[in-house]
């Protein structure tokens, strides 16, 4: 994906953040405000999340994406979702974002409504078949990957199985759900290599901020929670504010591994907290120049990820 290639040729990974439009009625100046500090950090690319429920504004993700794009010169991509939608809404939705200039989309089915199975004969009942659709139109597809396996599919080869239909359908990059501990993202893409899938597949990687919010996401996405986190959390448990530094220095620990072991790309979760975009990029920098120092020096230079 060209998402990638400016990157490659720098012979680094790819670092991306992900944004969410503003909620409610759409301030563009809100989101402009934080586009222009992520901007400031020279992301590969940023993306923009999609929410097709409640009274919210459909447009608002392309909008964000194009606002990015044409002030700032950053690629962007957009998130969609399918589950519910039908051809018209689809076709919909293409055309806007035709109309926008957004060449690449993050294609997603969207989650479940709790007690409401997704029909059958619904035209876009997975991701897959919405991610058809737009690499026919001629978009650059991205697509989500699930290193724990997804919240619905108990059967890692499964998972790994439907990842590769998503790869067939179009998807030329992926990226992964969050995960707190990077062994799941190292069997998972040896995995998916064993499958042919020869894609990136970048990591996601979102902070842990306070109890709250660690809940909420590993319930609603079942990643595990180890050990290290659930001590973090309970030391923390008075001092918001120290446990949200220690939540960023962890994800900061875990891009600094991931980078070293040669991970396909790294996106970080920013919340639209430039703040965590910001701490993260300096620690991956951090490290790339002391690697490449010493290289130059002739010492350490253990990456793996040179091929
Ligand atoms: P699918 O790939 O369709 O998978 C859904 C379920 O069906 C899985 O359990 C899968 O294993 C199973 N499955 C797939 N193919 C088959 C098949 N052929 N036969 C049987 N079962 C199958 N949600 C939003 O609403 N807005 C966003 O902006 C958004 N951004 C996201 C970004 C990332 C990086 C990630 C990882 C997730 C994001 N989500 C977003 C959440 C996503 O919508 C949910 O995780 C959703 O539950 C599944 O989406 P999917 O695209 O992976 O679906």
């Known amino acids: ?29 809100a989101a402009h405000e934080v586009a222009a500090q992520l901007a400031d950090l020279v992301p590969d690319f940023v993306s923009v999340t999609y929410s097709a429920g409640g009274s919210g504004n459909k447009q608002a993700t392309a909008d964000v994406a194009a606002m990015i794009h044409d002030d700032f010169d950053i690629p962007t991509v957009a998130h969609l979702t399918c589950l519910g939608a039908t051809e018209e809404s689809i076709s919909h939705a293409i055309d806007d974002l035709k109309r926008k200039g957004i060449a690449s989309v993050l294609a997603l089915r969207g ?9 059958e004969d619904a035209p876009f009942r997975f991701a897959k078949d919405l991610i058809m659709r737009l690499a026919d139109e001629g978009f650059c597809v991205g697509a989500a990957a699930y290193p724990e ?8 080869k499964a998972s790994v199985a439907h990842l590769k239909q998503k790869q067939d359908a179009g998807a030329c990059f992926f990226v992964t759900q969050l995960f707190f501990d990077n062994a799941y993202y190292y069997r998972f893409r040896d995995a998916a290599d064993a499958a042919g899938i020869d894609v990136p597949i970048a990591c996601g990687v979102m902070p842990f901020l306070g109890k709250a919010q660690i809940q909420r996401m590993v319930f609603m996405c079942g990643a595990s929670l180890p050990s290290p986190i659930i001590k973090l959390l309970a030391k923390y448990e008075d001092d918001p504010a ?32 430039p703040d965590i975009a910001r701490a993260c990029t300096s620690a991956l920098r951090a490290s790339w120049s002391s690697a490449a120092s010493g290289e130059r020096t002739g010492k350490a230079g253990d990456r793996a990820d040179d091929g």
């Open 1 to 29: 994906s060209y998402l990638y290639e400016i990157a490659k040729a720098a012979g680094r990974q790819p670092v991306s953040f992900e944004i969410f439009p503003p909620k409610g009625d759409l301030t563009l100046e």
């Open 149 to 156: 396996g997804h919240i619905e599919c108990t059967d890692f």
């Open 242 to 273: 120290s446990l949200r530094a220690a939540g960023i220095e962890y994800a900061c620990a875990q891009l600094v591994d991931l980078q070293e072991r040669g991970a396909d790309g790294l996106h970080v979760y920013t919340m639209n907290q």
């Open 111 to 119: 989650d479940r409504v709790p007690g409401a199975a997704p029909a």
